[in-house]
């Protein structure tokens, strides 16, 4: 089987897999998605790695699964771009770094027949009894009455069931925010209102290195044990996994975590939501130090404090993901923040979304390439 993608009009899931370890995972993924009747000639894999990885092995397993994908190096990346016209625009996906999941949404945006895009982690798993893929598609396509939850300090604690009794807090809550008063009701969702379906883990919690410490342990995993995403392709524009590690600051880990709250913000603007919960997905963090996750993360626990202020009354007026993006992005770019300890980190993000953008409406949309 050729590894690329094929002309079906079946093929509209962009399967995006950061890896430079764990690709095995797939197997589970897509064992997962035939025992629960899911087609799997919908799925198309973007496997994201480096120079130093096992491609072959790779390439050897998508067609031992006998599914569509494509394994992406360092070097595949480079002749990419340049197919596409955008090397100039390289910069915005950092090597050797998660945030290169943002070359998955790249491909994405390129191929016109992609309408949802899905996120996999490569330690984790699914869990047996979850429909996984089906359930993220019935996520994104729900119409009904919902539990919404709602907090005094602006933020959402998605452990919040019994938050009492844990005391677990997601990596990326601002501190400041913590010990807030929660409130639910239900709302009426219409279809196609929701973009953005978040799973939640099993196992071990992504928390920080100051939550995981407190907790008592040194290899990087909570003591006390409790996401993956599936997305809708017009929100690619306001997802972009923004640039971390490789920087002059040292600001890293928080790539994730600040693409969610511009995409949150923009889905605020915009009248569209996003669904938490299920499917389950078990994490399988592999032990390292602590110490090690808490070096990487402080540069940055002062600017995570403040920047969901910062943009938090951006692009009121705006129509499109786009231009809520851009509106973020002027906010970080023209703002001052000498105050704050490797503030100038701020501009170098908002100028790294004005190239997303600018990356975006430069890539030349191509139908998917037929099957060889």
């Known amino acids: 089987m050729s590894n690329h993608l094929s002309r079906s009009s079946n093929r509209d899931i962009c399967v995006i897999v950061p890896t430079i370890r764990e690709y095995d995972c797939l197997r589970a993924y897509v064992d997962n998605a035939r025992r629960h009747?899911?087609?799997?000639?919908?799925?198309?894999?973007?496997?994201?790695t480096e120079d130093f990885c096992d491609t072959d092995a790779m390439r050897t397993m998508l067609d031992e699964l006998d599914v569509s994908g494509d394994v992406f190096d360092g070097q595949r990346r480079d002749e990419w771009y340049a197919t596409q016209g955008i090397d100039e625009y390289a910069h915005v996906v950092p090597a050797a770094s998660h945030a290169e999941t943002s070359f998955g949404l790249l491909y994405m945006w390129a191929t016109e027949s992609f309408e949802y895009g899905v996120f996999i982690d490569d330690d984790t798993l699914p869990h047996d009894d979850e429909d996984y893929f089906g359930r993220h598609m019935?996520?994104?396509?729900?119409?009904?009455t919902v539990e919404r939850v709602r907090s005094d300090e602006q933020w959402v604690n998605v452990l919040y069931q019994n938050a009492d009794d844990h005391g677990l807090y997601p990596r990326g809550y601002p501190y400041s925010a913590m010990d807030e008063t929660v409130e639910t009701d239900t709302v009426d969702v219409d279809g196609g209102v929701v973009v953005a379906s978040q799973g939640l883990w099993t196992n071990v919690p992504d928390l920080d290195a100051v939550r995981i410490l407190m907790?008592?342990?040194l290899e990087g995993q909570a003591q006390t044990r409790t996401t993956a995403d599936a997305f809708r392709r017009e929100v690619i524009p306001a997802f972009y996994q923004l640039p971390m590690d490789d920087n002059e600051w040292e600001?890293?880990?928080?790539?994730?975590?600040?693409?969610?709250?511009?995409?949150?913000?923009?889905?605020?603007?915009?009248?569209?939501?996003i669904y938490n919960g299920r499917p389950l997905c078990e994490?399988?963090?592999?032990?390292r130090s602590t110490f090690d996750d808490l070096h990487n993360?402080?540069?940055?626990?002062?600017?995570?404090?403040h920047l969901w202020k910062l943009i938090d009354d951006a692009g009121a007026d705006a129509d499109d993901y786009a231009d809520v993006f851009d509106a973020m992005a002027d906010r970080l770019v023209e703002g001052e923040f000498d105050e704050y300890r490797n503030g100038a980190f701020?501009?170098?993000?908002?100028e790294h979304m004005r190239d997303w953008l600018d990356c975006l409406g430069a890539l030349r949309r191509t139908p998917a390439?037929?099957?060889?």
Request: hydrophobic share 45%.
């Open 37 to 48: 009747g899911f087609d799997v000639s919908r799925l198309h894999f973007v496997l994201v």
């Open 138 to 144: 019935r996520n994104l396509a729900f119409d009904g």
């Open 215 to 217: 907790d008592g342990d």
């Open 251 to 273: 600001v890293g880990r928080f790539d994730d975590i600040w693409s969610g709250v511009f995409l949150k913000r923009a889905c605020d603007v915009l009248g569209k939501r």
């Open 283 to 287: 994490h399988n963090k592999a032990a």
């Open 297 to 305: 993360e402080t540069a940055g626990l002062e600017l995570n404090e």
């Open 346 to 350: 701020f501009a170098h993000v908002g």
């Open 369 to 372: 390439p037929a099957d060889d």
